[in-house]
C-alpha cells in the first residue's frame, strides 16, 4: 500500500515545472496573482521569466488582504516589535532606535513601534515596511498558507508602504521569487535580467553590488506602473526598483522560498557528515608538527579524505535525501493556527458524533506499518501510533473530515482515544469548537485509556 498523504497538498518541485502540475488542486491564492492558468505559469513563468497581470485580468483587488487602514492599525494600536518593522530612504535602512522606544507604564519593552516617530519618518519620505505578516495579519496568515500549498514551496508576506514621489530601495534581486501585490496607490517598477541566475542565501546582492549598478543601466524587461489590483511575478535574481508615483503606494511581497536542488545538496551532505563521522580513517589527527602553510605537507590527507567522501556519498539513500530535504522543507511551512482554548474544550466534549477536520494546510505523511507501530508525519513532528490505527487515520485523510464513530477498524473507545491524541497534537481539528462552549456531550474511553499508546 502506497502512503497517502493529504488531498490538494504541495506539488513536488521538479525541474520541469509543468510536470508537477498534472492533476492539481484548483489553486485559488495562485490563481489571485497570475493571469494565465497555473499550468502556462508552471511551464512558462515560473523560475524562468517575469509576469504581469492587471487587475482586469485578473478581476478583483488586494484590499481584502491589507489596506491602508489595516496598516495604521498595526502601526499604532497593535504593539508591534522589531523585527516587524523596518523603515528605509533613499536605498538605506533607518536605524531601529529612530522609530522604537518604550511605550509607557506596563509595557516597557524598549523596542515597540513608536507611531509619532513613524509619521515623522515617512512624512519625510521613509519608506515603511512591515515584516512577517504572515504570522501577524489574519487575511494574510490564511493567504500565505494556501499559496505555499498551492505551490508547494514556503512564503512569506512584507508589506512596503511608500510616500508619494518617493523610492524605498536601489535596484537590486532577492534570494527568492517574489508576487508583488499592489494594495494602493501606482508605483513604477523598473526589472531587469539577473546578473545571477538562480542566486541562493549565500548570494546576497550586495556581494555584486556594482555588477547589479551597471545591469540597471540597461534596457529593462519591464518598464511598468501597478495599480491597485495589478500583480508582479519575479523569479530570484531578477533586479527591480519601484518608485511610487502621486499618492501613498503600498505593495505586499510575496516571498517564495523555493526548494531547490541545492537544498537536496545540503540535504545529501548532512547525511554524508553523519555517515562519515563513523569512519576511523577519517576521524585520524593529522601529524605532530604539521605545517598548515604547506600544502604539500596535507596533500595525502586531504586525497585520503575526499576518496574516503565519495566512498560515503555513494552510500547515501536517494530516499533518505528526499526524506531530509522534505523535513526541512515542511520545518519552514506553517499549517493554519489552531485556537488552543477552544480545541481544549472540544477534546473534553469528543463523542462518536463529533466531526474531526484534518488541521487545515498541515503537511502530512502516514507510514505503512512497520514492526507493530505506524509513523504519521505532521509538519516537522513525526508521530508514532498503533498499527491498528493506520485504516483509520488513512481514512481521515482521504476524506479530510470524517465523524469520531465512522473512523474505520477501531472500537468506539479506540476511536475517542485516537481522536483525542489527534485534536491534541493538533494534527486534527473540532471546526466548530469555540472557546467557552459547553462541554456537554463528553465521550469516555470506556477503560482503555490511552493504554493502546495513540
Not at 127 to 150: K, N, S
Not at 365 to 394: F, M, N, S
Not at 419 to 433: C, G, N
Request: charge should be negative.
Amino acid at each position: 500500500m502506497s502512503d497517502p498523504e493529504l488531498p490538494g497538498r504541495a506539488p513536488s518541485s521538479t525541474e520541469d515545472g509543468a510536470r508537477s502540475w498534472a492533476g492539481g488542486t484548483t489553486r485559488p491564492a495562485l490563481r489571485r496573482c497570475i493571469r494565465v492558468e497555473p499550468e502556462v505559469f508552471a511551464a512558462e513563468h515560473w523560475s524562468r521569466w517575469p509576469l504581469l497581470s492587471t487587475a482586469a485580468e485578473l478581476g478583483g483587488t488586494f484590499t481584502d488582504l491589507l489596506d491602508l487602514p489595516a496598516v495604521d492599525e498595526l502601526l499604532s494600536t497593535r504593539g508591534l516589535r522589531t523585527p516587524f518593522l523596518r523603515i528605509a530612504k533613499d536605498g538605506a535602512v533607518v536605524d531601529t532606535k529612530r522609530f522604537t522606544s518604550p511605550q509607557g507604564a506596563g509595557a516597557e519593552v524598549a523596542d515597540q513601534v513608536s507611531s509619532d516617530a513613524v509619521l515623522r519618518l515617512f512624512a519625510d519620505g521613509s519608506t515603511v515596511v512591515l515584516q512577517g505578516l504572515h504570522r501577524l495579519w489574519p487575511p494574510l496568515i490564511e493567504f500565505a498558507g494556501q499559496l505555499a500549498a498551492d505551490l508547494g514551496h514556503p512564503t512569506q508576506v512584507n508589506a512596503y508602504i511608500t510616500p508619494p514621489s518617493s523610492r524605498g530601495f536601489s535596484p537590486h534581486y532577492d534570494v527568492h521569487d517574489v508576487f508583488v501585490l499592489q494594495v494602493a496607490g501606482e508605483k513604477h517598477w523598473t526589472i531587469h535580467e539577473p546578473v545571477l541566475t538562480d542566486p541562493l542565501r549565500t548570494h546576497p546582492w550586495t556581494d555584486r553590488a556594482a555588477e547589479v549598478a551597471a545591469a540597471a543601466q540597461r534596457p529593462p524587461v519591464i518598464d511598468a506602473v501597478l495599480r491597485p489590483g495589478d500583480a508582479l511575478y519575479l523569479p530570484r535574481g531578477y533586479l527591480h526598483s519601484a518608485v511610487a508615483l502621486g499618492e501613498i503606494s503600498a505593495h505586499l511581497t510575496v516571498g517564495v522560498h523555493s526548494v531547490t536542488r541545492w537544498g537536496a545538496v545540503e540535504s545529501a551532505l548532512d547525511l554524508v557528515r553523519t555517515l562519515a563521522a563513523e569512519d576511523p580513517a577519517l576521524r585520524g589527527s593529522l601529524p605532530l608538527g604539521v605545517d598548515l602553510a604547506d600544502p604539500s605537507a596535507t596533500t595525502e590527507d586531504v586525497a585520503a579524505v575526499l576518496s574516503g567522501l565519495q566512498r560515503w556519498l555513494g552510500e547515501v539513500d536517494p530516499a533518505a535525501v528526499a526524506d531530509a530535504l522534505r523535513a526541512r522543507t515542511w520545518a519552514q511551512v506553517r499549517p493554519a493556527p489552531v485556537s488552543p482554548l477552544a480545541q481544549s474544550g472540544a477534546v473534553a466534549a469528543l463523542s462518536a458524533d463529533t466531526v474531526l477536520q484534518v488541521r487545515p494546510l498541515l503537511r502530512l505523511q502516514l507510514r505503512d506499518p512497520d514492526g507493530g507501530r505506524v509513523a504519521l508525519v505532521a509538519g516537522r513532528r513525526t508521530h508514532d501510533l498503533p498499527a491498528d490505527t493506520h485504516p483509520a487515520l488513512a481514512a481521515l485523510l482521504a476524506a479530510g473530515e470524517l465523524k469520531v464513530g465512522d473512523l474505520p477498524g477501531l472500537d468506539a473507545a479506540d476511536q475517542l482515544t485516537l481522536a483525542r491524541r489527534l485534536v491534541t497534537e493538533a494534527i486534527a481539528i473540532v471546526p466548530d469548537a469555540r472557546a467557552g462552549a459547553p462541554a456537554a456531550g463528553a465521550g469516555h474511553d470506556g477503560g482503555r485509556g490511552d493504554t493502546g499508546g495513540a
